[in-house]
């Protein structure tokens, strides 16, 4: 499935959405619930300021008792003592909201950073368990900017934009009722203006998810380049690169600005545009108010928390459309997250699979087929057999599906036609930890992690003991390597093992291959040309790792077909000719004979 072309389609789904957040909030519900529980004082504290002032208003500044009663009795207050009061009330209430603003503010990141851990730990396994062709369609950029940017822009902001949601909204009751209680009418213009405001926000959802997938789809292709810039910093030194990899993000850069402008251009007129309208409640609540007071249907006191209270208003207004808009995204990168939990790697096990332990007859290609894409098959119609103990030399063309065909053995693919049988069971049967236990490979290009040079042989198998990481490490001629080196088997290793040569990578992934004591080995030879000592030291190793072990070998040298017991020519995705280097030879015109002429002679008569 190609990432960037992903559309987000379940983002607006809302329940969809719940069901599948809901795994993640649960297991923090305890301090979620807490967290909103905090975040409503915060949110009320502004209705009660308004409150206070219609008492101070009416019976401080108005100078007069205030009467009430309260479940039966009759209670009177004096205004002196209101006027001391209410001050020290208004500093206690701004106290005490600031002390749930800080619970809250630690709840909120808690619970949120526990989430989007969650999500991410999960976003993680998702993708460590994708199938080679995901890596193959999906540029490196594309899959670190969904792994870093969504499950942030979705959880971390989940918890506090529902939070701001609740507290706005409670605010904004809170006031309202204040409102209400200080006159209804007035309560219903106000309310009414404020309900037209809210309408613009329901329109710019579809332009926030385009914005979105389309802000995805270029901050992957930013860090793409990031990541080739640093991959391929010597060529671009050599070919003096610079200027165009400049070029080419630069656009990245723009094109990136066009679109966030686009965004602010479709909703920045939002925020002012409630701002006009709730100027005209306002407008209108005076003019209503002013004949009120007039008429003696209210108190200046009510007027005055009124006012106070429509103007406290705008703040959690506000704060709701923005939250509302925000949250838009929030929800389509939940989409985006979810839709890629659904993607289910293309080869995985089948119901009960069975268990490969060892290898004891054969394998075999039956009319074994093959395509990466519908536009080319690249393997047509394979058939052979390998016996136990085997060693099998791939040549051929450049290109022409050697190492595509080591690569079905493991099933990094599957065959699309015919199919590859151990003993006599078909690949797709086994369980696929099983199968690549019994596989050790050694790549064209090998691969280290960053990390000491013990871990990297280790992964080979991580339960292996300290005298069978000498052995490999001996087998491999990896112990005159080491002796050089100050920390010996543990040095650490830079980024993909750049800190070693060419020919000492290939040995420490021969190490890794030894360790694991796999009864199949694979072995895709570099085609790098290493200078005759070092070859023959790999070589060497080589020997060693592929003792009594079925092999299949992707022979670029003269010496690894020389050791071979038969050779399989494949030729542009046909298995052309299968038989011993004499058998072959023997053909007339033979394709193998050909190629023994021009290309491994040469390297004998080098040696
Ligand atoms: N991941 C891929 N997706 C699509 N096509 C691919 C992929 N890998 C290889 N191919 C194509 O499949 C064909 C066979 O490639 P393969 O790597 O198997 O050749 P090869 O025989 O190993 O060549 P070489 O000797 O140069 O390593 C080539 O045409 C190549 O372009
Ligand atoms: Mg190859």
């Not at 023997?586 to 033979?590: A, L, R, S, T, V």
């Given at each position: 499935m190609k990432l960037s072309k992903t559309k987000a389609n379940n983002s607006f789904r809302y329940s969809w959405l719940l069901q599948r957040v809901y795994p993640y909030i649960k297991p923090v519900m305890g301090r979620v619930i807490l967290g909103f529980l905090v975040a409503l004082p915060v949110g009320l504290l502004d209705g009660i300021v308004a409150f206070s002032l219609k008492p101070y208003m009416d019976f401080v500044i108005g100078n007069k008792p205030w009467e009430f009663s309260l479940f039966g009795h009759a209670y009177s207050i004096q205004p002196d003592f209101l006027a001391f009061v209410i001050p020290f009330a208004v500093v206690g209430f701004a106290m005490t909201q600031g002390f749930f603003k800080y619970l809250n503010s630690y709840l909120t990141n808690w619970t949120s950073q526990k989430i989007t851990n969650a999500v991410k730990r999960d976003l993680f396994s998702t993708f460590v368990y994708m199938d080679t062709a995901f890596y193959d369609e999906n540029a490196s950029g594309i899959i670190i900017s969904r792994y870093l940017n969504d499950p942030d822009t979705a959880s971390k902001n989940l918890v506090d934009k529902c939070k701001n949601i609740v507290t706005s909204f409670v605010g904004a009751l809170g006031l309202i009722f204040v409102m209400l209680y200080s006159s209804w009418q007035l309560a219903i213009v106000g309310v009414a203006v404020l309900c037209v405001a809210?309408?613009?926000?329901?329109?710019?959802r579809k332009v926030v998810k385009r914005t979105s997938n389309q802000t995805m789809v270029v901050n992957g292709d930013m860090t793409t380049n990031f990541n080739e810039t640093y991959a391929g910093n010597k060529v671009i030194s050599a070919y003096c690169l610079q200027k165009d990899r400049i070029k080419v993000f630069n656009s990245q850069v723009h094109r990136s600005f066009d679109i966030a402008m686009s965004l602010v251009k479709r909703s920045a007129w939002m925020s002012p545009l409630m701002y006009s309208i709730a100027s005209v409640g306002i407008a209108i609540v005076l003019a209503v108010g002013t004949q009120l007071i007039r008429s003696g249907t209210m108190t200046s006191g009510d007027f005055a928390s009124f006012v106070t209270s429509l103007l406290l208003l705008y703040k959690p207004m506000k704060t709701l459309g923005g939250t509302l808009t925000s949250i838009q995204n929030i929800f389509v990168a939940l989409g985006r997250v979810f839709e890629l939990f659904d993607?289910?790697?293309?080869i995985h096990d089948r119901e009960n699979p069975a268990i490969l332990d060892g290898l004891n007859d054969s394998i075999k290609f039956n009319n074994v087929s093959f395509a990466?894409?519908?536009?080319?098959?690249?393997?047509?119609?394979i058939s052979m057999e390998i016996a136990k103990g085997e060693t099998i030399a791939l040549v051929g063309?450049?290109?022409?599906g050697k190492s595509t065909l080591v690569n079905l053995i493991p099933r990094f693919y599957d065959v699309n036609e015919g199919s590859i049988t151990i003993d006599g069971v078909d690949?797709?049967?086994?369980?696929l930890n099983s199968l690549r236990k019994n596989i050790a490979m050694v790549f064209q290009d090998n691969f280290l992690f960053t990390g000491t040079i013990r871990e990297n042989i280790m992964?080979?198998?991580?339960?292996?003991s300290e005298e069978e990481l000498e052995q490999a490490v001996k087998s491999a001629h990896l112990e005159e390597m080491l002796a050089e080196m100050?920390?010996?088997?543990d040095t650490i290793l830079g980024e993909?093992?750049?800190?070693?040569s060419g020919g000492q990578r290939q040995r420490v992934a021969i190490a890794r291959a030894m360790i694991r004591k796999s009864p199949i080995v694979i072995l895709d030879e570099a085609t790098s040309a290493l200078d005759n000592k070092s070859e023959a030291i790999v070589q060497k190793a080589l020997d060693n790792l592929i003792q009594n072990k079925t092999v299949f070998v992707i022979a670029h040298r003269l010496s690894t077909i020389q050791n071979a017991h038969r050779i399989a020519v494949i030729n542009e995705g046909q298995l052309v000719e299968l038989g011993t280097h004499d058998e072959l030879m023997?053909?007339?015109?033979?394709q193998y004979r050909m190629l023994y002429e021009m290309q491994f002679k040469k390297q004998g008569a080098l040696v």
């Open positions: 809210f309408v613009p926000v329901a329109l710019i993607i289910k790697p293309s990466y894409n519908e536009e080319k098959t690249v393997l047509h119609n063309n450049s290109g022409g690949i797709r049967d086994i369980s992964m080979g198998d991580p339960n292996a100050p920390d010996g088997l993909r093992g750049t800190t070693l023997n053909i007339e015109h033979g």
